[in-house]
Nanobody
Framework: QVQLVESGGGSVQAGGSLRLSCAYS??????????MGWFRQAPGKEREGVAV???????IYVDSVKGRFTISNDSAKRSLYLQMNSLKHEDTAMYYC??????????????????????WGQGTQVTVSS
């Protein structure tokens, strides 16, 4: 059974940094088609794909975070991370960790869509004050 538990959210001033963690259990990254991602959802907005990583370590980022955020996976620790630097007020949102079984069959755009993912964590809040 897959379980995802996020941590690391909090409040920070604009320009600051946070590192989100997602501890995962169950059969994730067991097949070459598996992958994980970070999503975020601000009040009144749709859930947005932020960063994705597949089992080969290939990554995709939404344009708004390129150069500021870094996604990484530590398989030994069974943990997914999102290092967020140069945070902006518009990064304020609930951040979710997600795992998908079929990323290898998806286009880059599809990999950033929430409908591609099968499992979700409960979320961790990130608030950036300007």
């Amino acid at each position: 059974q897959v379980q995802l538990v996020e941590s690391g959210g909090g409040s920070v001033q604009a320009g600051g940094s946070l590192r989100l963690s997602c501890a995962y259990s169950g059969y994730i990254f067991g097949y070459s088609t598996h992958g994980m991602g970070w999503f975020r959802q601000a009040p009144g907005k749709e859930r947005e794909g932020v960063a994705v990583i597949d089992r080969d370590g290939d990554t995709i980022y939404v344009d708004s975070v390129k150069g500021r955020f870094t996604i990484s996976n530590d398989s030994a620790k069974r943990s997914l991370y999102l290092q967020m630097n140069s945070l902006k007020h518009e990064d304020t949102a609930m951040y979710y960790c997600a795992a998908g079984r079929d990323l290898a069959y998806k286009t880059k755009d599809e990999r950033l869509r929430s409908t591609t993912y099968n499992y979700w964590g409960q979320g961790t809040q990130v608030t950036v004050s300007s």
